[in-house]
Antibody, heavy 115, light 107 residues
């Protein structure tokens, strides 16, 4: 079945970096755009970034532009989010989701930025 | 950025009730509106996209309507598993933006 599984979250100090992964299975990965969405503790959903099916188009929210980089590895059917210059405000559960219909979502991975 | 405003922010209802949640966009988004359900500690789940297209596997008790700036999600015959938080999202223009959520609670 179609499945997305995130990994790579953890506790990191402000200013440091972290890379998240989203392993895709059950569908043709190269046919679909992919998104990252985050949710701060007790808060609502915030769209973060998208990458086109072919990897050529990448768009970011203003809150992460210049610090985060989305990428994909078609050989590994995996989506990535490289997060640099992390701040306390980046603390959130990060989800990946498929297509502009956002279906399905992964289970999420928690990133905690704390000194 | 397009602002999405949901109302109400919270709603109490009983099993068997029919409820409607409203979402308003700060500018026209054609039919680029999605609805998601989220239960505590779980990932969001897609219910509707394109304002009224039911996601595969979602029961027909969920329905969406609207176009332009005003949209609604209707849930008929509430069951215990329907009590959750619901979010709208515009997927017409980047950056995609979400409403603040509507918490549906059991009365």
């Amino acid at each position: 079945q179609v499945q997305l599984v995130e990994s790579g979250g953890g506790v990191v100090q402000p200013g440091r970096s972290l890379r998240l992964s989203c392993a895709a299975s059950g569908f043709i990965f190269t046919n679909h755009a992919m998104h990252w969405v985050r949710q701060a503790p007790g808060k609502g959903l915030e769209w973060v970034t998208v990458i086109s099916h072919d990897g050529y188009t990448k768009l970011y929210s203003d809150s992460v532009k210049g610090r985060f980089t989305i990428s994909r590895d078609t050989a590994k059917n995996t989506l990535y989010l490289q997060m640099d210059g992390l701040t306390i405000e980046d603390t959130a559960v990060y989800y990946c989701a498929r297509d502009n219909s956002f279906h399905p979502w992964g289970q999420g991975t928690l990133v905690t930025v704390s000194s | 950025d397009i602002q999405m405003t949901q109302s109400p922010s919270s709603l109490s209802a009983s099993v068997g009730d029919r409820v409607t949640i409203t979402c308003r966009a700060s500018q026209g988004i054609n039919n680029g509106l999605a609805w998601f359900q989220q239960k505590p500690g779980k990932a969001p789940k897609s219910l509707i996209y394109g304002a009224s297209t039911l996601q595969s596997g979602v029961p027909s008790k969920f329905s969406g309507s609207g176009s332009g700036t005003d949209f609604t999600l209707t849930i008929s015959s509430l069951q215990p598993e329907d009590f959750a938080t619901y979010y709208c999202q515009q997927h017409n223009t980047y950056p995609f933006t979400f409403g603040q959520g509507t918490r549906l609670e059991i009365k």
